[in-house]
């Protein structure tokens, strides 16, 4: 029997094509998968980031409409007790101010939170 030198290098070829075949199959497709799922991962955590950020500065405009009403609130007590805006008021004069602020305050948390 001829020994054929061509069957040797077409073992080594169709051994070389099934290891590239595995290859792709047990590495590089599980390898995009995973980073497809990272990318989707890293992508829903960007949302909850922003969507957190939204909250805070929503939270925080709310806080800082308060603190106007509130300011406008003394204001205005002030002119009613004939001084200038931002006086000393007496302990009767701004309980209320104070408890509507404390109020809107509230309500500011109370909506920071729900959301």
């Known amino acids: 029997m001829k020994h054929n030198p061509y069957s040797a290098g077409a073992f080594l070829v169709l051994g070389l094509v099934l290891l590239f075949i595995a290859y792709q199959a047990l590495v590089v497709v599980p390898q995009n998968q995973i980073n497809q799922e990272i990318s989707q991962t890293k992508l829903k955590l960007d949302a909850v980031k922003l969507a957190e950020s939204v909250k805070k500065t ?3 405009r709310c806080l ?17 007790a ?12 701004y309980t209320e101010i104070e408890i509507r602020h404390t ?13």
Do not use: M, R, V
């Open 58 to 60: 929503d939270y925080h």
């Open 64 to 80: 800082n409409s308060a603190f106007k009403a509130y300011s406008l609130d003394w204001d205005s007590q002030c002119f009613l």
């Open 82 to 93: 004939g001084e200038k805006a931002d006086c000393s008021l007496k302990p009767y004069q």
């Open 103 to 115: 109020a809107n305050q509230s309500t500011c948390l109370t909506i920071y939170t729900a959301k």
